[in-house]
């Protein structure tokens, strides 16, 4: 681990930048940054955003497993519950149906001179991030910490060792690819 | 170096690349590529310029301090690869409107607006209940197989089909 390169704090702004720079290069390379893609996604006339999803999860899954191997990385899964994942999730699929983007590509978008996504998005994001803020507190107990699991990755899960769950992920999502190139979407 | 000015590479390609830069994000900062924390991180920060100190007495700001981090600079990055990347393209240009919107919805930029922003805010909300978006769940969660990100994942995608095709299909 490069453990004397991750505290430096000045250099890790330089490297995310640098990193984000390269991120929204690729997402506008693919059309991600695009509403009409990513609706055309949600619609399931286009499958350009889940080829790029898929892969990009098929590479760091291999990856990142092999440099944990190595002792180059270690996991940082987050924590969640079925109260904050599933809910939480469903309320933002409600809300990238409307907006068309998410809170990535939105950045993405605006920096190609979507002024929707700028104004609207951008801000609509801010806005209820900030609402979040102001229940937080509320939900908490109620709702976020139903079902809690914490940071459980599948292998922890299933008890297994976690190349026991990367090569079928990784043969199954080769598939799906497959299947969407025979089908033609 | 033709293929920095195209418009479009294969979205393997760019998949790829995704994956290699979140290997490159966990050896050189030992973190996962995400977007969401960054909007809840800004937020923060303007409410401070508002309400002054007391936003740092919010549960949820002392979790999240409103401060600028390695993932608001990836954030702030991304803004600035897809606009190099536009403009190498020649793709780069103001728009109110997408294509797709104005062909089913109409020309208006203030209907367009109102969704969008709508949008964002029950987007914006979502993420931070859920405690990640489509990168950090979506691609960082399930690539080092969290449950969470899994399952986020799989929710964000059903509520925003089933989103999608209710404006689509059923109020349009």
Do not use: A, C, M, T
């Given at each position: 681990m490069l453990t004397n390169i991750h505290s430096r704090k000045p250099l890790q702004l330089v490297v995310g930048l640098a990193l984000g720079t390269a991120f929204g290069f690729l997402l506008q390379k693919g059309g991600a940054t695009r509403y009409d893609v990513i609706l055309a996604q949600l619609l399931l006339k286009d499958f350009t955003v889940v080829k790029i999803m898929l892969s990009a999860v098929l590479t760091g899954m291999i990856g990142v497993h092999v440099l944990r191997s190595l002792g180059l990385a270690q996991l940082h899964p987050k924590p969640g519950s079925v109260g904050s994942s599933v809910i939480g999730g469903l309320i933002f699929g409600v809300g990238f149906g409307m907006l068309g983007y998410c809170p990535g590509t939105v950045a993405g978008a605006a920096g190609q001179g979507a002024l929707d996504a700028l104004l609207g998005g951008v801000v609509g994001i801010l806005i209820g991030a900030g609402l979040f803020a102001a229940v937080f507190h509320k939900i908490?107990?109620?709702?976020?910490?139903?079902g809690w699991f914490g940071e459980l990755t599948l292998p922890e899960l299933f008890k297994v060792n976690p190349w026991v769950v990367v090569v079928p992920v990784a043969f199954l999502i080769a598939i799906l690819l497959a299947c969407m190139e025979r089908a033609r979407v | 170096m033709e293929w920095l000015t195209m418009d479009c590479w294969s979205p393997y390609a760019v998949g790829i690349g995704i994956g290699v830069l979140s290997c490159l994000a966990f050896v050189l900062s030992d973190k996962p590529i995400g977007c969401s924390t960054a909007f809840a991180r800004t937020s923060g920060m303007l409410e401070k310029l508002l309400?002054?100190?007391?936003?740092?007495?919010?549960p949820y700001y002392q979790k999240f301090a409103p401060v600028v981090d390695w993932e608001w600079m990836l954030v702030v990055g991304v803004i600035l690869g897809a606009f190099l990347s536009s403009m190498l393209s020649g793709t780069f240009g103001s728009e109110w409107v997408p294509a797709v919107w104005q062909a089913s919805v109409g020309p208006s930029p203030a209907l367009r607006w109102v969704v969008a922003l709508a949008g964002g805010v029950v987007m914006g909300f979502g993420a931070r209940w859920a405690g990640g978006c489509t990168s950090g769940h979506g691609i960082s969660g399930t690539l080092q197989l969290a449950v969470s990100g899994w399952l986020a994942a799989v929710s964000f995608f059903a509520g925003g089909i089933a989103t999608a095709m209710f404006i689509y299909y059923v109020l349009l």
């Open positions: 908490h107990d109620p709702i976020l910490s139903k | 309400r002054g100190k007391k936003v740092h007495e919010k």
